[in-house]
């Protein structure tokens, strides 16, 4: 993978909060990271984590309630409209959905060439159309399929076009929304081998959001697990596959199916369900599910404190490292 | 980036498109369309209509037959010489019917693509900005709607007279807020979908979202509606002239026909027959045309 | 007389659905036999023909379009495609029960999950009202909802747990064969722990068989005896657990297992099955798999392949064993 070890992306104490009717839903509250260039860095969590929230706030696609998200040195939030329209020629977003995050209305040709006229990165129609086809050959789409429309194509070719648009404009950033969740297995192999190969090829940096635990580990350099909109567990993938530190991540790793029938593994189960994101209360917000929890968890938020060297857990379980 | 592996036949993107051409996504729904037996009749049927109003100058001469009153010929049952008969003042029935024609459906198509534009500005704001903006135009439409269209249409006409432009005017007023909300929920039900994120993600500004992205993706719902409400504005028409208030003899319009014919309809029924069945079949065309279009759009039918 | 009857057989299965005059073979001479008290896996991916398959086990395929060619299926003995639609619809809830994949849309949002659990009880059998409901409130906490919820409706529940009222309702007549088609597909996976574990208790309680339709071999491994791989319509390969996930044959079984990443071997790359799904109305002749096999030869372009035995349990069909039961990988 290539590292060239600067931090591209910086998020600090990042919140967005929504007001609903019941009160304040706490979709991502103090999420704090770095994202050195040419990494990917997987969000995982279940539904109602706020991963998807956080990776469209990263991108300022919904304007964060507070905190900062500084990429490439410049803080975000302090860029007018067109400034960030101009930012976003180097941070893209691929969605999760084949189905519906191309226009119905546009041939694959025009949805690719869309960014690039936009950007007004080349004038000359017959070049820039070129270069339309340039990025199919790239994500592997044929020629022969400029003038189709999206429902003409199955799932894996309408997300490979989602990948041609994300990388139209030559970005360093992808955010990734489950992009394959919603494929089929032998088709998710397909496009996950095709976006690694164009991070090599390219340099490009991920946000890898995902519930699927098994595709993350092949995918991403580091891991951070999201619980309630708060960020609970950070480490390089193995460290984090080899050696959970909170409890909901183990609860997490040994919930996944596994294609094998001999060496099964006890599942940990949890108890209960999802606490409400609204309104919550300043205890640790996985206390009630958890079967380590002791006194202090339902009086205290746990920060996240740095446990190992480069792994961080927010769990009452562990101590900063050299204390 | 790699290099290309697939060998470029062209050089210009006409080329290109000239060998893997476009699927024509209105051909194929034309082609759904034509399935619908009850909807082509009812497409048939109006463009009858519309192309007997086209040729009416051609068919029958306005000043001689169509508003030069012929006593001696008057109250006569329908012959050969005249088809639907004759009226009280002895005119060709039928000539008026074709000139009713075409007063109809200038004054209602014309009224509802004036309301159909106030609708796309208004309903595609409040539909796509949503928030205030979106309370503020909904709360100002619902107050239109209370009214009924004939109310509406009897307060601008008594205000500012009864002329054609006037009639046309507060018609279009009367349906604007309907078409408003056929247009908002429409982009309402388009604007959740992730292709709008996406071009919001590379950089589109909201009137290329809006003209490019969201309003194409709305015409379905909104063309159906285009039909019906024609019709009903056709019948708002015919209302008020029947109640005077609107076309205003002797130009012929089927609902002052009605009016002027009530008289003498027990003993001759044929001069109310006429203008009654050509506001049935138009209405009904319509309203058949619109139906079918519904289906032939449905998205759930889609692939 | 027979002891060992089958509680579901499913003999030569062809479906086909006809759409503007063209014709979908979504399935084409399926064999399925499922022993008392046994789960069978049926796995494969989109367009694969599996829920077809589920569907016409009631006969609840959607008219006009779908229409059963040929083939048998009996339930208990009992020949469905024989059956009045009075017979018919008494077997559907009480003897055969279906889970769908949505929990969302499966329920009614205006009545009580209690009123839901109780409204196949009233249908099958002759109870109360008072009695029907003391035993939803036994099914709900069965399922491990707190019987008190009983009065609650469904938006009051959340995914997980709506799921388990839609196994409740499926559950509520003792049906011997229950149809699960990806019934946690839709859940997060700390929540499909759960519910797996539901089902296999359930299992373990009852003799009732279980038809586990998924795209998922992780869920198979943990839940199911048989697994049967649909390919375009066709079992492609059949067997124990055993034979499919330590002695699998297929190329389509080799690719679907190499497709997934493995936990232990972070840095392997995928090995994804090269092209795509075929079009159910343009399948390719020969073997559907060919164009995307590696091992294919010239007659898997002209041939279907014949299903070959290669023990008591386990049956393939390709033509790599036309000759030998050896293992061709």
């Given at each position: 993978m290539n590292s060239l070890g600067e931090i591209l992306l910086e998020v600090k104490n990042l919140k967005k909060y929504f007001h609903v009717a019941a009160g304040t839903l706490h979709a991502v509250d103090d999420v704090s990271f770095t994202l050195e260039e040419g990494r990917t860095l997987g969000i995982v969590g279940e539904s109602g984590c706020g991963k998807t929230t956080l990776g469209r706030t990263i991108l300022r696609l919904i304007e964060p309630t507070s905190g900062e998200m500084v990429f490439n040195g410049k803080d975000l939030r302090k860029l007018n409209t067109s400034e960030m329209r101009y930012m976003r020629r180097e941070m893209q977003i691929i969605f999760q959905d084949p189905y519906s995050s191309l226009n119905p209305r546009m041939t694959i040709a025009e949805t690719i060439e869309e960014p690039i006229f936009l950007a007004g990165l080349i004038p000359d129609s017959d070049k820039r159309f070129m270069r339309v086809l340039d990025l199919m050959d790239t994500v592997g789409l044929a020629q022969r399929l400029i003038n189709t429309y999206p429902h003409e194509l199955d799932g894996g070719r309408r997300q490979r076009v989602g990948i041609a648009r994300a990388l139209a404009m030559n970005p360093k950033f992808i955010v990734c929304d489950e992009p394959v969740s919603s494929l089929d297995v032998s088709i998710q192999a397909q496009i996950l081998n095709l976006m690694k190969t164009i991070q090599r090829d390219m340099g490009i940096t991920y946000l890898f959001i995902t519930h699927d635990l098994s595709v993350v580990n092949h995918f991403s350099d580091d891991i951070a697990v999201m619980y309630l909109g708060r960020l609970v567990e950070k480490a390089p993938s193995e460290a984090l596959f080899q050696k959970p530190l909170h409890p909901y991540t183990e609860a997490l790793l040994s919930a996944i199916p596994v294609a094998r029938i001999h060496n099964r593994h006890e599942r940990i189960l949890l108890k209960g369900e999802l606490t409400s994101p609204i309104n919550p209360e300043p205890v640790c917000r996985f206390a009630a599910r958890c079967n380590q929890c002791m006194d202090i968890c339902t009086k205290e938020e746990p920060p996240l404190i740095e446990?190992?060297?480069?792994h961080f857990v927010a769990c009452h379980l562990h101590k900063p490292m050299g204390s | 980036m790699q290099a290309t592996s697939t060998a470029r036949p062209f050089t210009t993107k006409k080329e290109f498109y000239a060998q893997f051409k476009k699927k024509s996504i209105a051909h194929e729904l034309w082609l759904r369309f034509l399935k619908n037996k009850t909807a082509v009749m009812g497409l048939i049927i109006f463009c009858i209509i519309v192309a007997v109003a086209i040729t009416a100058p051609w068919i029958t001469n306005y000043d001689t037959v169509v508003i030069k009153m012929n006593i001696a010929e008057r109250l006569q049952a329908p012959s050969m010489n005249h088809w639907f008969g004759t009226d009280e003042l002895g005119r060709d029935i039928l000539a008026r019917i074709v000139y009713g024609a075409r007063v109809s459906l200038v004054i209602g198509i014309s009224a509802i693509f004036v309301s159909l534009m106030v609708g796309l500005v208004l309903g595609g704001a409040a539909g796509y900005y949503g928030g205030k903006t979106d309370s503020v135009i909904m709360r100002g439409t619902d107050v239109f709607l209370c009214l009924p269209d004939v109310l509406l249409a009897l307060a601008i006409i008594a205000a500012f007279g009864n002329t054609k432009l006037n009639l046309t005017i507060a018609i279009g007023l009367a349906f604007s807020p309907k078409f408003s909300r056929v247009v908002r929920s429409a982009v309402i039900g388009v604007r959740d979908n992730e292709y709008i994120e996406a071009a919001r993600s590379i950089g589109a500004l909201d009137k290329r979202i809006i003209s490019r992205h969201v309003l194409p993706n709305c015409i379905g719902p909104i063309i159906v509606q285009v039909t019906l409400y024609v019709a009903n504005a056709i019948l708002t028409i015919a209302a008020l002239s029947f109640l005077g208030l609107g076309i205003q003899p002797p130009t012929p319009e089927w609902g002052n026909m009605l009016a002027s014919g009530r008289t003498y309809m027990r003993d001759f029924p044929h001069i109310v027959m006429a203008p009654g069945l050509a506001i049935f079949f138009t209405i009904l065309a319509l309203n058949l045309l619109g139906d079918g279009l519904r289906d032939t759009l449905d998205p759930r039918l889609k692939h | 007389m027979d002891a060992q009857q089958n509680t579901l057989e499913i003999k030569n299965l062809t479906v086909e659905y006809v759409v503007d005059d063209e014709v979908v073979?979504?399935?084409?001479?399926v064999n399925i036999t499922i022993p008392a008290g046994k789960t069978f896996g049926l796995v494969g991916e989109t367009g694969a023909g599996k829920t077809t398959t589920a569907l016409s086990i009631l006969n609840l395929l959607p008219l006009p379009a779908g229409r059963i060619v040929s083939g048998e299926i009996f339930v208990n003995g009992q020949d469905v495609f024989k059956l009045s639609p009075k017979q018919l619809r008494a077997m559907r809830g009480s003897q055969v029960a279906m889970v769908f994949q949505d929990p969302m849309s499966s329920l009614?949002?205006?009545?009580?999950v209690g009123e839901q659990i109780a409204e196949g009880m009233k249908i099958h059998r002759e109870v109360s009202d008072k009695e029907a409901l003391r035993q939803a409130t036994n099914m709900l906490e069965m399922v491990g909802i707190p019987g008190g919820r009983v009065s609650e409706y469904p938006h009051q529940f959340s995914g997980g747990m709506k799921q388990r009222v839609i196994i409740a309702i499926a559950l509520a007549c003792n049906p011997e064969l229950l149809i699960a088609d990806e019934?946690?597909?839709?859940?997060d996976v700390t929540i499909q722990a759960q519910v797996l574990k539901l089902i296999k208790e359930l299992r373990e309680k009852s003799p009732m068989v279980m038809l586990m339709i998924t795209h998922a071999l992780g869920i198979v491994a943990e839940v199911c005896d048989f697994v049967g791989i649909m390919y375009a319509g066709r079992i492609v390969e059949c067997g124990t657990l055993a034979d499919i996930f330590d002695n699998l044959r297929h190329p389509y079984t080799r690719g679907l297992f190499d497709s997934l990443p493995d936990i232990e071997n972070r840095r392997a790359e995928l090995k994804p099955i090269p092209g795509l799904i075929p079009d159910p109305m343009n399948l390719p002749p020969g073997c559907a798999f060919h164009p995307r096999c590696s091992y294919a030869k010239p007659e898997c372009s002209r041939d279907l392949p014949q299903v070959r035995w290669l023990s008591d349990t386990h049956y393939v069909s390709c033509h790599l064993y036309n000759e030998t039961v050896e293992n061709m990988l």
């Open positions: 446990a190992r060297p480069n | - | 073979h979504a399935v084409t001479g009614n949002p205006i009545k009580t019934p946690t597909t839709a859940l």
